[in-house]
């Protein structure tokens, strides 16, 4: 595996992809009330276990095995791809849009992302933990989590302070405006 650096440019282009789709998503939704609820558990779940990674990782500073990394080695994006589900679900696109959506979108995650992933950061988390983060390489599933907790966590527990410099208080709130929207429209733009 050889290290490759990160490339700003192409991160910001990924966000900004990443922004257009929902904007699309949110566009062209027929959300019902139905389709909502049925979406909410996917997000929900998915930003549990991404709030939950975020207060435990410190990016390239340390080998972080402890919280959900003791299960998955890339807990960020099992949450990012139940919140993409949930997402697509809520959304109710008409002419199977949303199926559209969720099938192109898995596609291009396992078929590109997460491939481009697994073949550029576990050469740069080598070099930067050799051994240690091998036996982990070996032991951990990449994403979808394994019953058996990895048998050597690190020491860090969850963290409100590490959660704040990773941002993720932003999806939360972002999610949770992206939710009440999608009810608001599902209710003909009224709550009460």
């Known amino acids: 595996m050889s290290e490759q650096p990160y490339d ?16 699309f998503l949110l566009y062209f939704a027929e959300p019902t009330v139905r389709s909502v609820a049925a979406g909410v558990g996917f997000v929900v779940l998915g930003e549990a276990v991404r709030f939950w990674a975020a207060g435990h990782l410190l990016k390239t500073q340390e080998l972080v095995t402890s919280g ?12 990012r791809l139940l919140i ?15 199926w559209i959506a969720l099938v192109g979108g898995w596609a291009l995650f396992f078929g ?3 491939r481009r992933k697994e073949r550029v950061e576990p050469a740069r988390l080598e070099a930067l933990h050799g051994e240690a983060f091998r036996r982990y390489f070996e032991a951990v599933p990449a994403l979808f989590p394994t019953l058996r907790p990895y048998a050597h966590p690190s020491a860090g527990r969850w963290s409100a302070a590490r959660m704040a410099r990773n941002r993720e208080h932003w999806m939360v709130i972002g999610l949770a405006l992206v939710t009440a929207y999608l009810l608001w429209r599902a209710t003909g733009g009224s709550l009460g």
């Open 112 to 114: 590109v992302y997460l």
């Open 68 to 79: 959900p990394y003791r299960f998955t080695r890339n807990p960020l994006y099992l949450g």
């Open 8 to 23: 700003r440019f192409r991160g910001r282009l990924r966000l900004l992809a990443l922004y257009a789709l929902v904007a």
């Open 84 to 98: 993409f589900t949930g997402l697509a679900i809520m959304v109710n696109l008409p002419y199977y849009g949303s």
